[in-house]
């Protein structure tokens, strides 16, 4: 492993687009220049050709207030015509919106126009149950076309979704329910996972039974066909609801600020963010980036983004981006490895994917199993990768490249977050020099500086903090019922300069590198997690008198959730064994949270790292949990501390 570690860091390679690949490239040069001469003209450009818009804007961006910025306010659209009508309006109903892939093997592909029919069914039962604009609607399900449906049919009434990962459990989902007051659920009885049904209904009744949210109604969509728990009066079948429910609605125009959906992740205090996004400027710039970014021809592509739509991902380039711009992809139900280890490739070579979206832990998974596994299917129809959630390290990016591409096509690592709704760094196939490793240059009408910690702007080759210093129209509007903590979060460290909490460095060709997060902020498998939120998992269990919680590097994850614990004394009798102890506070923070947020280890030690102030050195915790060796401890109260910490984590 080092060997081919050290290999990676002198990859210095650099990947030209092939003549033909750029010949067709849908990006050119242009957006560039474009938005360099006039940013604002730019997006509203991009506005009124990627999108249809009842009532057409002609202020493009608001900004008297900020960090609240208005796009296109003056403007109307429905964002589900958007996605949906006008499509079928334009003669392509018979185009393929979904092919959706259940782990179990059955699958069914949906066109525009039906997914354009069950979509105004599903908005017309949503109306029967009193559901009203501006009314938040929750949504926990698997990854089914209902899931999308449900989206799309809560935008098209303009009743606010929050989707909630199906991973996260019951009390993660009951405090999202509260947090934004949501008076109606949409759920499945389960969905498979790894081979088997898992149930989703049973956790979302315990979420509405501990909620101070009265829940009005729960609509249960049948996916696995388990009994599950009925409550008369609230509980509402998906199916029935929607064959009784009229097949024609009418799509109304909504303000181009309304709210369109609430997302809840992980900053640095216990409590997730209900991140909040609009319509107009929300879908301009997923139409602009999944169409340029992913140089998507949609009379031809088949796109895949392997995200749950209980991530930004999903969200973004699941449902808004790739459905704005009328492209044919790929849902898949379930896990990489089920039934068998070829199951991805399997699913590119039925449906002659061309344009792949992940993650890079799953490309690190798949180089685990070496490259016969992808060698048993053709998968020659790809023409593009992308990468997002996580640095993606040269290694992986060649591999991505040679092993799941063929060696010739292009690999875009694109760099965003659930704040930023969009991408906002990434190469343009056709156009850019590829170079593993970095996530290259903004997009055009993206404005990204690297600061010092004064907010200074560094000039040229150098490290600092990422920022992004124009508004964009995909920004964040705010977090949800908490306009300080938007402002404290993302705008009070630099002022007028939107701080994304991530390291970076610009070489020097000027592409940009990022380095990780610079918060308490973790990032296990491209999925965000708080340390602080952990840590309170951590101490509501009964034996806990103290915790730590450290983001450790790990070579499949990249990052890995690593805790240090004090027991109670008055608990001691309670453990007997460190070993069993260890083990039931990590499926206790599974329990609490979801198994994305399991630690990978549980440490019980007698003391923590402490500041003379008391402040717990977690730079020091993770110097010991990556096993390098411990950093300056002369600020700690008692210096000696750590060398008693490593020998009990010995
Ligand atoms: C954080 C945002 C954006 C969708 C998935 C995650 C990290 C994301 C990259 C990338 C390096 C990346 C950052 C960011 N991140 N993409 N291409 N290279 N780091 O969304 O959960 O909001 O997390 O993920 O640290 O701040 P998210």
């Given amino acids: 492993m080092t060997v081919q570690i050290d290999h ?38 991009q506005a009124r050709e990627l999108l249809t818009w009842s009532t057409p804007f002609t202020q493009t961006l608001d900004w008297s207030n900020p960090p609240f910025a208005k796009w296109f306010h003056d403007g109307e659209l429905n964002v589900a015509y958007n996605c949906l009508d006008r499509h079928v309006e334009a003669g392509l109903g018979d185009r393929v919106a979904l092919h959706f892939e259940g782990e179990p093997g059955d699958s069914r592909s949906i066109t525009y126009a039906e997914l354009t029919a069950e979509v105004k069914r599903a908005a017309n039962a949503l109306l029967t149950l009193g559901v009203q604009s501006g009314d938040r609607v929750a949504i926990y399900l698997p990854m089914i076309p209902e899931a999308v449906i449900a ?21 993660s989902l009951q405090s999202r329910i509260d947090d934004a007051q949501a008076e109606v659920v949409i759920t499945a009885d389960g969905g498979y996972r790894k081979g088997k049904a898992f149930p989703l209904k049973p956790t979302v009744d315990e979420a509405i039974e501990a909620a101070e949210t009265t829940v009005r109604s729960v609509l249960v969509v049948n996916r696995t066909g388990d009994d599950v728990a009925w409550v008369d009066g609230r509980d509402v079948s998906w199916s029935e609801q929607l064959a009784a429910a ?15 959906f609430i997302l809840y992740t992980s900053g640095t205090t216990g409590n997730p963010k209900g991140i909040l996004h609009t319509s107009g400027g929300y879908l301009t710039q997923t139409a602009f980036t999944h169409k340029n ?6 009379e031809r592509d088949v796109y895949w983004c392997t995200a749950d739509v209980g991530w930004i991902t999903g969200h973004s ?7 704005a711009n009328g492209a044919t992809q790929v849902l898949y139900e379930g896990t990489p490895d089920t039934p068998h280890p070829g199951r991805w490739w399997e699913i590119i070579e039925k449906y002659r994917v061309s344009i792949l979206y992940t993650a890079p832990t799953a490309i690190r998974s798949f180089m685990k199993q070496g490259r016969d596994v992808v060698r048993d299917y053709n998968v020659r129809s790809l023409r593009l990768l992308g990468s997002v959630g996580e640095p993606i390290n040269p290694e992986a990016w060649i591999w991505y490249r040679h092993v799941i591409g063929g060696g010739s096509i292009p690999v875009v690592d694109t760099w965003w977050q ?9 190469a343009l196939p056709g156009i850019t020099d590829l170079k593993p490793g970095s996530a290259q240059v903004p997009v055009p009408g993206i404005s990204i500086d690297i600061v010092d910690d004064e907010g200074t702007p560094i000039e040229g080759e150098g490290g600092g903090l990422l920022t992004i210093t124009e508004p964009w129209p995909s920004m964040l509007r705010g977090i949800w019922g908490d306009p300080e903590r938007f402002k404290e979060t993302y705008w009070e460290k630099f002022g007028d300069k939107y701080f994304a909490g991530d390291g970076a460095r610009r070489d020097e060709d000027g592409d940009i590198w990022l380095l990780g997060r610079v918060d308490d902020v973790m990032n296990v498998s491209g999925h965000r997690l708080s340390t602080a939120e952990i840590e309170s998992s951590l101490v509501a269990h009964p034996w806990t008198a103290e915790a730590a919680v450290v983001g ?37 923070v599974a329990q609490q949270i979801g198994a994305i947020a399991r630690p990978r280890q549980v440490f019980i030690v007698n003391e923590l790292p402490k500041t003379r102030s008391g402040k717990i050195m977690r730079r020091l915790l993770r110097d010991l949990a990556e096993g390098r060796e411990i950093g300056d401890t002369t600020t700690l109260a008692d210096t000696s501390i750590m060398q008693v910490i490593s020998e009990q984590v010995k």
């Avoid at 659930?418 to 990434?426: K, N, Q, R």
Wanted: hydrophobic letters at 45%; aromatic letters at 10%.
């Fill in 293 to 298: 970014v992913f140089d998507l021809h949609p």
């Fill in 418 to 426: 659930t704040e930023t709704g969009a991408i906002m760094i990434s």
């Fill in 317 to 323: 380039y699941v449902v808004y981006g790739p459905l």
């Fill in 552 to 588: 450790a590097s790990d070579e499949a994850t990249g990052q890995a959730v690593v805790a240090f614990v004090i027991l109670k004394a008055s608990q001691a009798d309670q453990v007997t064994d460190i070993g069993a102890a260890s083990d039931e506070l990590r499926k206790h």
């Fill in 151 to 171: 989206m799309l049919a809560c935008a098209r009434i303009g009743a606010v979704h929050s989707v909630v990962f199906g991973g996260f459990s019951s009390k």
């Fill in 246 to 260: 009229d097949a024609e609605h009418e799509a109304q125009g909504f303000n181009a600020e309304h709210p369109l």
């Fill in 8 to 45: 990676a860091l002198e990859e210095i390679r650099r990947f030209r687009p092939s003549p033909e690949f750029a010949a067709q490239a849908v990006a050119d040069e242009h957006l560039y220049e474009d938005a360099a001469a006039d940013r604002l003209g730019f997006w509203a450009d």
